[in-house]
């Protein structure tokens, strides 16, 4: 189903489903035929009635196209009163969206989800790639059911009358969804449930985003950059990789900035500063318990976090398991999980890579580790401290300090990486499906 907005030069408003897949894909994944699949409904700044009549092509890969008119979509209406409560000076708004960049195209999984709920809102208003980039949102789902959720959503987001946002897709089917997307935000993925050992988790959420992988690496631009979110997001964000290998490894991402915004927030709670004064945060390795928060390059309003926070104990116990446990004791006051918090870290996550990183700081990321300058283990996706020039690209931080402190817990992070990864690698074309040594429970709570 898409939703699109005029640009400036008065292109129809359309709301509409997507056609049947371009690529056949696996049930799970692709959306059965329904009444659904043949609708088409036109929503345009000057359309006549005629025109929102008008057919689609007689047939769309075998199904037979109609038009039906439906609600607000039957009804033309002047979309610049929609940006009235945005600009009152219309001279000057007309010169502005005139002066707007190409429409950016942005895919979501999990769209229907509480993280989602959050983070469209935040993409459709400008808070994420600025306030004169229209974009495009391709919503994916995961069944027939979550598309009925899906058409609430696209309604919402209808009713918000962003003036950016230019198109609401929404789909089951990835090969569909992604189509041409210049960004991926992979966020739908199988809680672990009661019982489920993390080895379960890695094979259904595994093959859910191998799925995905394939279908970006079939129909997503060639530069597509993919963040994943899905847990366990780092293994999720290797098999992704692995799964499209005509998109640059360098382009996936695992999602760790949640863990560097709880660990800004203690730092700054222990030295009673604002957050905005602490920099350089590192995470290292995986979005699990095994996660290194670095205070050891950690800066404190320019000063090593070491020199303002003398409490060593603090640092070296309380800190990481703080930071650990912030999910957990969230959904203990207040009864469910994280997803603003969620949906805010995705924001910086993208900012970061969109905006030039300020001088002398730096950022989290879950990247591909094959050629990095630390000595961590190749071909595994580890948080890692990154630097961005503003263009969606990243380069690795080399001016840090990595003590024996530092060392000994990431190389127990890498280590359960590198366990994960065998545990996939039917997977990521590295062999049979093999008995599992991944047993201990390493999720952070508040993610189970």
């Not at 009661?194 to 690496?217: C, H, S, V, W, Y």
């Not at 530069?223 to 979110?229: E, G, H, Q």
């Not at 000063?303 to 603090?314: E, G």
């Not at 994960?420 to 690698?425: H, L, N, Q, S």
């Amino acid at each position: 189903m898409a939703f699109m907005a005029p640009s400036s030069s008065s292109r129809p408003l359309q709301f509409h489903e997507h056609a049947s897949a371009r690529r056949a894909a696996p049930a799970l994944l692709r959306r059965p035929r329904s009444r659904w699949r043949r609708n088409q409904l036109v929503c345009s700044l000057e359309a006549t009635k005629q025109a929102v009549q008008e057919e689609r092509p007689a047939a769309v890969n075998g199904v037979a196209g109609r038009t039906d008119c439906y609600g607000v979509f039957c009804t033309t209406y002047d979309l610049r009163a929609v940006g009235a409560r945005w600009r009152t000076d219309w001279c000057k708004r007309d010169e502005e969206t005139k002066a707007w960049k190409k429409v950016v195209s942005v895919a979501v999984s999990g769209a229907a989800g509480m993280i989602s709920n959050h983070l469209l809102f935040k993409l459709a208003s400008g808070q994420v790639f600025g306030p004169d980039q229209p974009i495009a949102l391709k919503l994916l789902g995961s069944s027939q059911r979550s598309f009925q959720k899906l058409e609430g959503v696209a309604m919402e987001l209808e009713d918000s009358l962003y003036p950016l946002l230019r198109e609401v897709s929404i789909g089951i089917d990835p090969y569909e969804v992604f189509q041409d997307v210049e960004w991926a935000l992979l966020i739908g993925a199988k809680p672990q449930g009661p019982g489920m050992e993390r080895a379960d988790l890695l094979n259904i959420n595994g093959q859910i985003f191998a799925q995905q992988g394939k279908a970006l690496n079939a129909v997503a631009s060639r530069n597509v950059k993919v963040l994943v979110v899905g847990n366990p997001c780092n293994t999720n964000a290797l098999i992704c990789l692995k799964n499209a290998p005509e998109i640059p490894s360098k382009n996936f991402h695992a999602l760790t900035r949640l863990d560097e915004n709880r660990a800004k927030c203690q730092l700054a709670l222990k030295a009673s500063v604002f957050y905005d004064k602490i920099s350089n945060m590192t995470i290292w390795g995986n979005h699990s318990t095994t996660q290194v928060p670095d205070f050891v390059n950690a800066r404190i309003d320019g000063k090593p976090a070491r020199q303002v926070i003398r409490d060593t104990k603090w640092l070296h116990e309380e800190f990481t398991k703080t930071v650990q446990k912030r999910g957990g004791e969230l959904i203990q006051k207040r009864g469910r999980s994280s997803a603003p918090s969620t949906a805010v870290s995705i924001v910086d996550a993208i900012r970061s890579l969109v905006n030039p990183t300020p001088e002398g700081d730096w950022f989290s990321s879950g990247v591909y580790t094959n050629g990095n300058p630390y000595g961590i283990a190749e071909d595994i996706v580890f948080s890692m401290p990154c630097r961005s020039k503003g263009d969606g690209d990243y380069e690795l931080v080399t001016d840090v300090t990595i003590d024996d402190f530092l060392w000994e817990r990431i190389k127990k992070s890498e280590a359960e990486l590198l366990a994960e990864k065998r545990c996939v690698g039917h997977l990521i074309g590295e062999g049979e499906e093999e008995l599992c040594e991944v047993t201990e429970d390493t999720m952070l709570p508040g993610e189970q």
